[in-house]
């Protein structure tokens, strides 16, 4: 709390895109939250046609703190940015909550808490995956790994620290203007644009410990191809726009692709299809390995979700990187 007793005011963000399933439980969970704190909640729907704004309509009816707005562009970057600039006014803080994802009680008051504890300009949190079904849990166990995601920092739990990147989770409404707010180019990866752009411009970005939040993954390997076609492609924009070197981490993954292609010469010399063996050998390996440790059979296709998700982040990257100009341009 400030000084005087009194707390920052609030937006709650919730961009959504046929989200039926979620979208009631996830508002009704968030609601003692925004009581608390004095907050709207914005649900920015980009044309759901499975009820979702149905279901909004009709706890909105109940609480007027609750607000459906259309985003016509349907990306969650405009999502968010039509937010802030309709009901952003009076507001000091911007709270972004993923439709597709579970929260504790206490998460909007412990990111507010971390914002005037630190000072800082962004509060990011932690994102631990969980899944229910044999396909989803493999997905989980595979993005909770460093074999999945390479190490980044909020895909594991944090004690609190000064970061480049996390997942969004509140942002300083003057800061975020300040900025520009999202580059609605971007359908991935917007988060760590935005995140360079803050920290290019002095601002401050802080991984907290005292909350995390649950995402729930794809629950095809088809959907978990896509997605990280997304990501791949998000990345590379982001190169290309801030004329950035990938790390480490990243450059692994794109190493992909070659090898694929590589790969298809081994009838010229066998030799061209070991690099390929290696890499599926250490990701189907770790997924006997997880699933003998954590004896849990269903881990034992994490190797190979986790193969989907390289394979989908690389061809993405390259597509981005290669493809024709017009596509590879950035404002």
């Not at 180019?185 to 649950?214: C, P, V």
């Amino acid at each position: 709390m400030t000084q005087t007793g009194v707390l920052p005011s609030s937006l709650i963000v919730i961009p959504c895109l046929n989200e039926a399933a979620h979208i009631g439980a996830l508002v009704h969970e968030l609601r003692p939250a925004a009581e608390r704190l004095g907050a709207r909640i914005i649900v920015a729907d980009g044309g759901s046609t499975d009820g979702t704004r149905a279901i909004v309509e009709e706890i909105a009816v109940k609480d007027p703190r609750i607000i459906l707005l259309h985003n016509e562009k349907r990306l969650q970057s405009a999502a968010i940015n039509l937010a802030v600039a309709s009901y952003g006014e009076g507001a000091e803080y911007l709270i972004r909550i993923d439709a597709h994802g579970g929260y504790p009680p206490d998460y909007c008051d412990r990111l507010i808490e971390e914002a005037l504890a630190t000072g800082a300009d962004s509060v990011v949190v932690s994102m631990l995956t969980s899944g229910s079904g044999m396909v989803q849990k493999a997905v989980a166990a595979a993005q909770n790994s460093k074999l999945g995601t390479g190490g980044s920092k909020h895909r594991h739990l944090s004690v609190g620290e000064w970061v480049d990147h996390g997942h969004h989770a509140l942002m300083r409404i003057s800061a975020f203007k300040a900025v520009g707010g999202y580059d609605e180019t971007f359908s991935h990866n917007e988060d760590a644009e935005l995140d360079y752009r803050l920290r290019r411009a002095g601002y401050r970005i802080w991984m907290t410990g005292k909350t995390q939040m649950t995402y729930y993954p794809r629950s095809s390997l088809a959907g978990l191809y896509f997605q990280y076609l997304g990501y791949g492609r998000g990345r590379a924009k982001n190169v290309l726009k801030h004329r950035m070197i990938p790390k480490v981490r990243q450059m692994a993954p794109l190493l992909v692709v070659p090898i694929v292609v590589l790969a298809a010469f081994s009838f010229v010399h066998w030799l061209a299809v070991v690099p390929l063996l290696i890499w599926a050998s250490v990701c189907l390996g770790y997924g006997v390995w997880t699933a003998i440790s954590q004896r849990n059979p269903d881990s034992a296709l994490a190797g190979i979700s986790a193969m989907v998700m390289h394979f989908g982040w690389s061809v993405g990257f390259w597509l981005q990187l290669l493809g024709p100009r017009s596509q590879r341009r950035v404002a």
